[in-house]
């Protein structure tokens, strides 16, 4: 599966933006999908993921709350609608799947990725 991220911009502290990711390829609905991102000198880390039929999904402490992970498989599409944004989630933010669950997903180890998108926000 290829992978297309947009959606990301700067933004104003406690502003929203919605990130969209599309995949080609008719395995996208069999994928578990979500986001990554990594931040200026720091690790990348997990931040969303969700089932290939979009009944479970799993957000890292430091979003929940405040994102959330969608998708319309018709559309081959996950979106992340993040909300009260905060300077610390200025990041790349990186689009991934995998044919496997959502543990092996947040892993990172087996993932699919896409290309990043920068998500800034100024204080």
């Known amino acids: 599966v290829q992978l297309q991220a947009s959606g990301g911009g700067l933004v104003q502290a406690g502003g929203s933006l919605r990130l969209s990711c599309s995949g080609s390829g008719s395995t996208f609905s069999e994928y578990s999908m979500g986001w990554f991102r990594q931040a200026p000198g720091k690790e990348r880390e997990f931040v969303a993921a969700i089932s290939w039929g979009g009944a479970r999904t799993d957000h890292a402490d430091s979003v929940e709350g405040r994102f959330t992970i969608s998708r319309d498989n018709a559309k081959n599409t996950v979106y992340l609608q993040m909300n009260s944004l905060k300077p610390e989630d200025t990041a790349v933010y990186y689009c991934?799947?995998?044919?496997?669950?959502?543990?092996?997903?947040?892993?990172?180890?087996?993932?699919?990725w896409g290309q990043g998108t920068q998500v800034t926000v100024s204080s």
């Open positions: 991934a799947g995998t044919p496997y669950g959502l543990d092996v997903f947040k892993k990172g180890e087996n993932n699919y």
